[in-house]
């Protein structure tokens, strides 16, 4: 498969910022810094996880796991949305390190937790919603530290699904971006999910840079 130019782009931008080191954006007054290698969340590849981020407005008393939080600007969204408790993961120790951070000079850092974990591997609770922001494209991964674009044969996509069931309350949902990098992106998805006994809503679609990116609502 010929990894989209979209795609190719965004990881020289990735590659290029890290040798400038961090640096800061202000996402509507939330204040992240993206350290380097760090998935950033002002660029036109991470509309994908903005689109998540659209949709988090009121979680008054919810509990929120928030799964490949990278710089933990979901998380701090759901934080400042009322949530009552969130844990955000990231398979990274640098992403864990960067969401930390995030998420203390943000002063949310009495709601959320951020601790490093593989999927679901270290997580022990159940919650009412899990924001997953997975990588997308069915590629070869040669370098970990882009491991938020590359899903190698899909399998922490399948790994995910398989799992999330045993963490999701049983009225709770999933909230994940997808976008159609690669052909019959969608298919593959939602054919997963149903495998596994979930049901989805296409919450919002838009085009932008000759790709569909959608937002998905997954439930028991």
Same mark, same amino acid.
């Given at each position: &498969?010929? *990894?989209?130019?979209?795609?190719?782009?965004?990881?020289?931008? @990735?590659?290029?910022?890290?040798?400038?080191?961090?640096?800061?954006?202000?996402?509507?007054?939330?204040? @992240?810094?993206?350290?380097?290698?760090?998935? =950033?969340?002002?660029?036109?590849?991470?509309?994908?996880? +903005?689109?998540?981020?659209? *949709?988090?407005? $009121?979680?008054?008393?919810?509990?929120?796991?928030?799964?490949?939080?990278?710089?933990?600007?979901?998380?701090?969204?759901?934080?400042?949305? /009322?949530? /009552?408790?969130?844990?955000?993961?990231?398979?990274?120790?640098? #992403? *864990?390190?960067?969401? +930390?951070? $995030? *998420?203390?000079?943000?002063?949310? $850092? /009495?709601?959320? +937790?951020? !601790?490093?974990?593989?999927?679901?591997?270290?997580?022990?609770?159940?919650?009412?919603?899990?924001? #997953? $922001?997975?990588?997308?494209?069915?590629?070869?991964?040669?370098?970990?530290?882009?491991?938020?674009?590359?899903? =190698?044969?899909? /399998?922490?996509?399948?790994? !995910?699904?398989?799992?999330?069931?045993?963490?999701?309350? =049983?009225?709770?949902?999933?909230? &994940?971006?997808?976008?159609?990098?690669?052909?019959?992106?969608?298919?593959?998805?939602?054919?997963?999910?149903?495998?596994?006994? !979930?049901?989805?809503?296409?919450?919002?679609?838009?085009?932008?840079?000759?790709?569909?990116?959608?937002?998905?609502?997954?439930?028991?």
């Amino acid at each position: &498969m010929v *990894v989209p130019k979209l795609v190719q782009d965004f990881i020289e931008k @990735i590659k290029q910022d890290a040798l400038n080191g961090t640096y800061s954006l202000d996402i509507n007054g939330i204040q @992240i810094d993206v350290f380097p290698y760090i998935f =950033p969340p002002e660029t036109d590849i991470s509309k994908s996880s +903005r689109t998540i981020y659209n *949709v988090i407005n $009121n979680l008054s008393g919810e509990k929120v796991l928030d799964i490949g939080t990278g710089s933990g600007i979901l998380a701090i969204k759901a934080a400042i949305s /009322r949530a /009552r408790s969130v844990d955000a993961v990231d398979i990274l120790s640098e #992403a *864990v390190e960067c969401a +930390r951070h $995030n *998420v203390k000079i943000n002063n949310t $850092n /009495r709601k959320i +937790r951020v !601790f490093q974990s593989d999927l679901f591997c270290c997580v022990e609770d159940e919650y009412d919603v899990i924001l #997953a $922001n997975l990588p997308i494209l069915d590629e070869v991964e040669e370098d970990l530290r882009f491991h938020s674009l590359i899903d =190698p044969g899909f /399998r922490y996509h399948q790994r !995910f699904f398989n799992c999330a069931g045993d963490y999701l309350n =049983p009225e709770g949902v999933i909230l &994940m971006a997808h976008a159609n990098l690669e052909k019959d992106g969608f298919k593959k998805l939602e054919d997963l999910a149903a495998s596994c006994r !979930f049901k989805f809503q296409v919450q919002n679609s838009r085009h932008f840079n000759g790709y569909e990116w959608r937002n998905y609502k997954f439930t028991k």
